[in-house]
């Protein structure tokens, strides 16, 4: 379902973020001693691990445990996924809204156990309500499993109907629950590191996923790599999560990242790694670089803020313009144009504001409450802007209408030109690899060149960082996913998705499938 408040923010939206935990087990000596293992309280850590990876999803947030709740066979959950029919239990806790509306302190003191999983989710796949909330929990012959994912498929549809006529039962609208039932199925058969093998080699898309089991979390990256997911260590434990900003958070030592076509597998033998995908090719999504992730994480490698202040100082190269100052929309602009800045030798200032507790809104936007929206989240800094002219710099643009509010509330303030400088190419075609992105006619750049965008936004001047700029600010042409921007695309669209046609993508992909 397309969702109301990507209307009102004029920016993709990333879809998840996802993270995990594993410590060992306590022996059995000291649990007959009586003395409890030492670790961080599993509900608590990952609680700080989700905070740091709210910006990647705001809607819903969730935590499972493999320790048995105080009321030991019961969900905390509104949702009762979890049916142990063992003593194995796990405990579960989510719900609507952000991560520290979602988990009082008394909730975290119950998740409890030496594994613990966690999501924020912000949605397209499947409606915002409860049930789609993350994590999924569901019980296979070898025990409860429970799974995190950050990504789209794009066979879900297919998938899911082969598992409903073989009799499987699903409770949610998310592509998720695909991957849990496939894993639970041949669970049985093979073991659960072999049955997400299996699964992973099944399913096409996007995807970082963990599951947990009672005993052992695995983490999972698609053959693409096309959303990310680092490993992280922490005393005698292992984390996994979206983006390494999160392993900071909670005093995590960054590892490595998994690899595209990766499985981790880590468990009381220590950590291994299933590879052999002979399909892999590393495809990272650029606009992780360019907007979703955090300015601190380094993805695959590669600092997030070198890379966006690199795209300021190659546009500065691009498209030299003469002004008073380089401003930013904050706070996704910041990084390129200090180095927009730096090239030029222009002045960096501040020209808008931005109100850090504006949130997002639930009300259903008319035109004047989009109008409100933007007035709310950025105000002109009017004493540093009246008759300037000011270079103002975003990461990119999507429908444009934000960008043309800012335009007019500068010149309401008195700003004598603005000069418009994007980090990234224009935004031509949608995504579909789990990330919000409007029909394609809605994109400003999908029918109109760069002088028609100009007049639409009313800038004295418009330039977009090019291609070519763009992947030297990446380091490498080959090895990320420019789909959105060239509508070339690591996977195939969805069978059936209107994106085909509007793309005309049936035969436009370069095809690994
Ligand atoms: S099309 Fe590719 S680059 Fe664009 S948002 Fe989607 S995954 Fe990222």
Not at 308 to 314: D, E, T
Not at 366 to 373: E, L, P
Not at 475 to 483: E, K, N
């Amino acid at each position: 379902m397309r969702n109301d408040m990507s209307l009102q923010d004029d920016k993709l939206h990333e879809e998840c973020g996802v993270c995990g935990a594993w410590f060992p087990p306590a022996s059995a000596e000291t649990e007959q001693e009586g003395v409890g293992p030492e670790r961080p309280l599993m509900g608590r850590l990952l609680y700080y691990g989700l905070l740091a990876l709210q910006h990647r999803g705001q809607e819903s947030a969730g935590i499972a445990t493999n320790g048995a709740a105080p009321d030991a066979g019961a969900s905390t959950s509104a949702v009762p996924e979890v049916k142990a029919s063992s003593a194995l239990n796990f405990t579960l806790e989510k719900g609507m809204g952000l991560v520290s509306e979602v988990f009082s302190a008394a909730k975290l003191e119950v998740l409890d156990g030496n594994i613990g999983i966690g999501h924020t989710r912000y949605s397209t796949a499947g409606n915002s309500i409860l049930v789609n909330a993350q994590p999924l929990t569901g019980h296979s012959k070898q025990g409860p499993l429970s799974v995190v994912h950050n990504g789209n498929l794009t066979n879900a549809d297919i998938i899911r109907e082969l598992l409903e006529e073989s009799g499987n039962l699903f409770r949610t609208e998310s592509d998720s629950e695909v991957i849990l039932n496939l894993v639970a199925r041949s669970a049985v058969k093979k073991g659960v590191a072999e049955a997400v093998w299996d699964a992973t080699q099944a399913i096409q898309g996007s995807f970082a996923l963990i599951v947990m089991t009672s005993d052992t979390m695995i983490g999972a990256r698609d053959r693409n790599g096309i959303r990310p997911l680092c490993i992280g260590t922490l005393e005698d434990g292992y984390l996994l999560a979206s983006e390494s900003c999160a392993l900071d958070a909670v005093g995590a030592e960054f590892l490595r990242d998994v690899a595209p076509g990766e499985i981790v597998v880590i468990n009381p033998e220590g950590l291994h790694s299933l590879r052999g995908s002979e399909r892999t090719r590393t495809q990272t999504c650029s606009f992780e670089y360019i907007y979703f992730a955090r300015p601190d994480s380094v993805v695959d490698g590669k600092s997030v803020y070198e890379m966006r202040r690199k795209s300021g100082k190659l546009l500065a190269r691009e498209a030299p313009v003469t002004a008073d100052f380089v401003a930013a929309v904050p706070d996704s602009g910041i990084p390129a144009a200090i180095g927009f800045s730096e090239e030029s030798g222009i002045p960096y200032g501040i020209a808008l504001i931005k109100n850090r507790y504006a949130g997002r809104s639930f009300i259903q936007p008319s035109t004047d409450d989009r109008r409100r929206t933007v007035r709310v989240k950025l105000n002109p800094l009017t004493g540093a802007v009246r008759g300037k002219r000011v270079v103002l710099i975003d990461d990119s643009i999507v429908r444009g209408t934000t960008m043309h509010m800012l335009i007019a509330r500068l010149r309401e303030v008195g700003a004598a030109e603005v000069h418009v400088r994007i980090a990234s190419p224009p935004v031509a075609y949608p995504c579909y690899f789990g990330i919000d992105t409007p029909y394609r006619e809605e994109l400003i750049s999908s029918h109109r060149d760069e002088e028609r965008v100009r007049r639409h936004i009313e800038a004295d001047s418009l330039a977009f960082l090019s291609g070519e700029g763009l992947a030297a600010a990446l380091g490498g042409q080959d090895a990320f996913c420019t789909g959105c921007f060239a509508g070339v695309y690591p996977v195939g669209a969805p069978i059936g998705s209107p994106y085909r046609s509007l793309n005309g993508l049936e035969a436009g992909h370069n095809g690994i499938q």
